[in-house]
């Protein structure tokens, strides 16, 4: 099992700052890549210290472009899992022990139990089982959390339109919710009871304060660096 943890990054220095050192901290034997989408705040230099593997494209681009190229370019490496999760979800020490746990249900898997997703109810994500640490739902998970396997990119790229058109067509309708359609039409996915990271969004691009999205359920270590964190960066 080799996995690719890639984290793109705009801006934000503080709350990417404490985002990338715990990754480094708890990413195990997994690697990480940062791409920088053109931060004014940072350069690759000062990325560098969080990873050998920076990533500066030829121009700024759009969230739907970064990922189209996140999934073409895992496929010319041999890492047999993807990790994608934004600059500003603070994980938990045991997020990598915990995929790894789950990983050979074949299914996608989140560990983000996001409060703007569950807002809207079964209408979006609807759950299908239930255990002691971890569900099965069908529906949307979201994009700030995301593990897959190789079968997963592979079948994502098999069904990719060229750049430009999936950059259109993800103004329709949001990348996340387009490849868990090309995965699985059921779009089924495994949720963790427990939330095993923290969204700090403010001042990011979909929600302005920490009211707007945070995390269901959090477990006991992030309970007690929350708000930590936001006296850190508020």
């Given at each position: 099992?080799?996995?690719?943890?890639?984290?793109?990054?705009?801006?934000?220095?503080?709350?990417?700052?404490?985002?990338?050192?715990?990754?480094?901290?708890?990413?195990?034997?997994?690697?990480?890549?940062i791409?920088?989408?053109?931060?004014?705040?940072?350069?690759n230099?000062?990325l560098s210290?969080f990873?050998?593997?920076?990533?500066?494209?030829?121009?700024?681009?759009?969230?739907?472009?970064?990922?189209?190229?996140?999934?073409?370019?895992?496929l010319?490496?041999?890492?047999?899992?993807?990790?994608?999760?934004?600059?500003?979800?603070?994980?938990?020490?045991?997020?990598?022990?915990?995929l790894?746990?789950?990983?050979a249900n074949?299914i996608?898997?989140?560990l983000?139990?996001?409060?703007?997703i569950?807002?809207?109810?079964?209408?979006?994500?609807?759950y299908?089982?239930?255990?002691?640490?971890?569900?099965?739902?069908?529906?949307?998970?979201?994009?700030?959390?995301?593990?897959?396997?190789?079968?997963?990119?592979?079948?994502?790229?098999?069904?990719?339109?060229?750049?430009?058109?999936?950059?259109?067509?993800?103004?329709?309708?949001?990348?996340?919710?387009?490849?868990q359609?090309?995965?699985?039409?059921?779009?089924?996915?495994?949720i963790?009871?427990?939330?095993?990271?923290?969204h700090?969004g403010?001042?990011?691009?979909?929600?302005?304060?920490?009211?707007?999205?945070?995390?269901?359920?959090?477990?006991?270590?992030l309970?007690?660096?929350?708000?930590?964190?936001?006296?850190?960066i508020?």
């Amino acid at each position: 099992m080799k996995i690719l943890i890639e984290v793109q990054t705009y801006n934000r220095k503080k709350i990417t700052e404490i985002v990338l050192n715990q990754l480094v901290a708890y990413k195990q034997d997994a690697d990480l890549r940062i791409v920088n989408d053109y931060s004014s705040e940072y350069d690759n230099q000062w990325l560098s210290q969080f990873s050998d593997d920076v990533v500066l494209y030829e121009k700024k681009l759009s969230i739907n472009r970064l990922k189209w190229r996140t999934f073409t370019n895992f496929l010319k490496t041999d890492y047999t899992h993807l990790y994608m999760c934004d600059n500003d979800i603070y994980h938990d020490k045991n997020f990598i022990t915990t995929l790894k746990k789950y990983q050979a249900n074949n299914i996608p898997i989140t560990l983000y139990r996001s409060s703007f997703i569950h807002s809207f109810g079964e209408g979006v994500s609807k759950y299908l089982k239930k255990w002691d640490n971890i569900s099965m739902k069908s529906g949307l998970f979201g994009g700030a959390s995301v593990f897959l396997n190789r079968a997963h990119v592979e079948k994502i790229v098999e069904l990719l339109p060229s750049e430009d058109e999936w950059s259109n067509l993800c103004l329709e309708e949001a990348w996340d919710s387009k490849i868990q359609k090309m995965i699985d039409v059921k779009r089924l996915y495994l949720i963790t009871n427990e939330s095993y990271c923290e969204h700090f969004g403010t001042g990011g691009q979909n929600h302005v304060d920490r009211k707007s999205d945070y995390a269901l359920n959090p477990t006991e270590y992030l309970k007690e660096n929350i708000d930590r964190i936001w006296k850190e960066i508020e």
